[in-house]
């Protein structure tokens, strides 16, 4: 279960001015950790989220964040092409990456010429190097990596990363990555990062729009009877968790 994190809750109208408010706490965040530990680290999801970043690459944050301190990671990547339609890296590259300078060399994508075990054994030993480095931090409190932010999403079922409902993934406990090969959402192979590093990040941002979400929101946020937990329900963050919604997603609140 979820711990005792800072949580916050931001409602707003519209996808348009979740996008406003996305860009801008995602660039204070960068300048507050640049200026604390030289580097930020952050973490992207695939879906919809990638769109409601669109404004970090407008002014006034396109000239104004120090993008060659960033560091960018993928909280679950399906298996495929970097090149495949599906691939979230291919998704963050057109959205938001190609426009603005980070250096290559500080984009994390998965080995795509790798099983979806051998990706997620790959990617796991690649963030452990940059634990030793220090690019990374590392939670006090878990051991776990402590990235500094994470931009999530959840889809309608309650699902995060490639976290699905009933999934024995879900209660993973050592690894820091795992793969998946049966995903109820397509394409089946994925590799996902697990909730005990998950809820080791400094910061969680979960964005949620639209009111097919609106029922997960309620589970998550509400004051829901339901028996049965969702994975979004077992988020939490180290430092604070901010929940950001439109008028659709918080609609059932
Ligand atoms: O690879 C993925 O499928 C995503 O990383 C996934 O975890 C996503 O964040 C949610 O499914 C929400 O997606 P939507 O915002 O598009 O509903």
């Known amino acids: 279960m979820a711990g005792q994190c800072q949580k916050k809750v931001e409602k707003f109208q519209t996808e348009e001015e979740v996008a406003v408010r996305l860009a801008k706490y995602t660039a204070d965040l960068s300048a ?8 930020f680290t952050v973490v992207l999801s695939g879906g919809s989220l990638i769109y409601t970043l669109r404004k970090l690459a407008e002014e006034p944050y396109k000239f104004m964040v120090e993008w060659e301190k960033w560091h960018v ?4 990547e399906r298996v495929v092409k970097r090149d495949h339609a599906d691939s979230n890296y291919k998704l963050a590259l057109e959205g938001l990456l190609c426009k603005v300078p980070i250096p290559p060399g500080q ?3 998965i080995n795509d010429t790798l ?3 051998g ?4 990617y796991e030993t690649c963030l452990k190097h940059l634990v030793e ?3 990374i931090a590392t939670s006090k409190a878990t051991g776990f990596p402590k990235f500094d932010l994470m931009l999530l999403g959840m889809g309608p079922d309650g699902h995060l990363a490639s976290l699905f409902p009933g999934h024995s993934l879900c209660n993973e406990k050592t690894k820091w990555v795992t793969h998946i090969t049966d995903s109820p959402k397509p394409p089946p192979e994925r590799i996902t990062f697990t909730f005990p590093v998950i809820n080791s990040a400094a910061y969680n941002a979960m964005v949620v729009t639209g009111d097919d979400k609106a029922d997960a929101v309620q589970r998550a946020l509400g004051n829901s009877q339901h028996p049965d937990t969702l994975p979004v329900q077992s988020l939490a ?3 604070e968790l901010t929940w950001f919604l439109d ?7």
């Open 32 to 39: 507050k950790f640049v200026k604390e530990r030289g580097a």
């Open 73 to 76: 990671f993928w909280v679950d």
């Open 107 to 109: 984009v994390y994508a």
């Open 115 to 117: 099983s979806a075990e």
């Open 119 to 122: 990706a997620a054994e790959d």
């Open 133 to 135: 480095r220090n690019v």
């Open 237 to 239: 963050a180290e430092d």
């Open 247 to 253: 008028q659709g997603a918080a609609s059932k609140l």
